[in-house]
């Protein structure tokens, strides 16, 4: 009777013993689970730093291209000033010119 018992005991140990290798054998699944999961997402994270460095380095290259272009157009604009400047100029020369010969005609 005692030795039913005993029996009785130790099975209920190999029992409970099965039982909790089986819950760590499910515990560390979830825990490789969750590490793999942690893993992926850092190297997600890293991914999404570098693309943001990657944008970051093209829109300083973007704006540097805006700002030359700006400063060429800016150029453009100024030296088609200078030569309506410089028509007119010539335009009046000729005028004058013409003026002065028709007067000195005039005279003659």
Do not use: C, F, P
């Not at 699944?29 to 380095?57: D, F, H, I, P």
């Not at 400063?71 to 010539?90: F, T």
């Amino acid at each position: 009777d005692h030795l039913s018992q005993q029996e009785g005991s130790i099975y209920a140990l190999q029992q409970e013993r099965n039982d909790l290798k089986e819950t760590l054998a499910a515990t560390l699944k979830k825990l490789s689970r969750a590490a793999e999961v942690a893993k992926r997402s850092t190297e997600a994270g890293q991914e999404l730093q570098a693309k943001m460095a990657w944008s970051k380095q093209q829109k300083s290259a973007a704006l540097a291209v805006a700002s030359a272009a700006a400063a060429q157009a800016e150029r453009a604009a100024q030296g088609r000033e200078q030569l309506q400047w410089d028509q007119d100029l010539l335009r009046e020369v000729d005028r004058l010119q013409r003026e002065h010969l028709t007067h000195k005609r005039g005279l003659m």
